[in-house]
């Protein structure tokens, strides 16, 4: 199949059956190999036809090959429909090999962006241009911010990168009903917030959410292009959607809203934290030293992701609490 190569390193899959109790599979995680550059995906079934492929819950570092996203993918008769390629090159040819070995080779139809950061779609090299998928909003984004990502991951990354170029989606996706997902109709649903177009793709036979950048379990989130209080609305209507199973894009796939609700909770914290102290007149620095609530502290990427917060976000407050000059 087109866009296809192999690894040296078998990558296994972990197909844990869905409980019909209210409890979670135990989803397998990566076990990278810095030395091979094999990340050690391994997929794990959900309800309705999906799986997901967790990254670590973790920073961006070589040990991990920058993988802390999770992808995931839905089979049918049809073929394959996968979500976020990845951080790279090697991640997304290696996640398709796992793919192919659980669809048995059956075509990919179709490669869906959640939103514009790197690591939902930098991986898209290894499926087929036509297959490519995201909002446009996204596409807009991904071509202003591609060559910046490739320079910095490249410096960040290492190896990892080897071969990365960015191929951008061809499908532009709107809102409303995906029905061309074999007999399965999927609610896709376009928010802002954490960028200005976050697509949330949602299931309504198995209540699945695929929640993208808008939810973080167990990590603090990331700011680089976000706007809190749109954010905090759009995680509003996603608790309105009632759903079973939430798999965010960083952190553990969780139970009912449970990983919504603690996202709007860290988030409408830092929001009267920053009104606050830009009211008060007090300096970046200090907002940074005194730090989060204690639940927050034991959170993934804490306290490196609350500072880039802060530096990414303060200066709004800022000129908001002088009146917008």
């Not at 550059?37 to 973790?58: E, F, H, P, Q, R």
């Not at 409303?176 to 793709?201: I, Q, R, W």
Request: proline share 5%; with cysteine; hydrophobic share 40%.
């Amino acid at each position: 199949m087109r866009g296809f190569s192999t690894v040296a390193l078998a990558l296994s899959a972990c197909c844990v059956v869905w409980s019909a109790h209210a409890e979670l599979p135990n989803v397998a995680k990566p076990v990278p190999n810095q030395a091979a550059l094999d990340y050690g995906l391994k997929a794990t079934k959900l309800a309705g036809g999906w799986y997901v492929i967790a990254g670590a819950n973790d920073d961006f570092s070589q040990a991990n090959g920058c993988n802390i996203i999770n992808t995931g993918f839905y089979v049918d008769d049809a073929g394959v429909y996968v979500i976020n390629t990845g951080i790279s090159r090697l991640y997304g040819e290696q996640q398709r090999a796992l793919i192919d070995s659980i669809a048995k080779g059956k075509p990919i139809r179709q490669v869906i962006a959640l939103n514009l950061h790197p690591d939902y779609f930098l991986g898209n090299q290894a499926y087929p241009k036509e297959a490519l998928a995201a909002t446009k909003l996204t596409l807009q984004g991904i071509k202003a911010e591609a060559v910046l990502y490739e320079t910095n991951l490249y410096r960040l990354c290492g190896d990892w990168m080897k071969g990365t170029e960015s191929a951008y989606p061809l499908q532009t996706i709107a809102p409303g009903n995906l029905k061309n997902m074999g007999g399965k109709s999927l609610e896709a649903v376009e928010l802002k917030g954490h960028t200005d177009s976050d697509l949330v793709l949602f299931d309504p036979d198995s209540k699945v959410m695929w929640a993208g950048g808008l939810v973080f379990y167990k990590r603090i989130v990331t700011t680089p292009h976000a706007k809190l209080r749109p954010w905090i609305e759009s995680l509003k209507k996603l608790q309105a959607m009632k759903p079973k199973v939430v798999v965010p894009s960083h952190g553990p796939v969780s139970w009912g809203s449970e990983a919504i609700d603690q996202t709007l909770d860290y988030l409408s914290w830092l929001d009267k934290r920053l009104e606050n102290a830009a009211a008060m007149g007090e300096e970046m620095n200090d907002v940074m030293k005194k730090g989060a609530p204690e639940r927050f502290r034991n959170f993934a990427a804490y306290p490196a992701e609350f500072y880039r917060n802060v530096t990414n976000l303060y200066p709004l407050y800022e000129k908001e609490a002088l009146g917008g000059f």
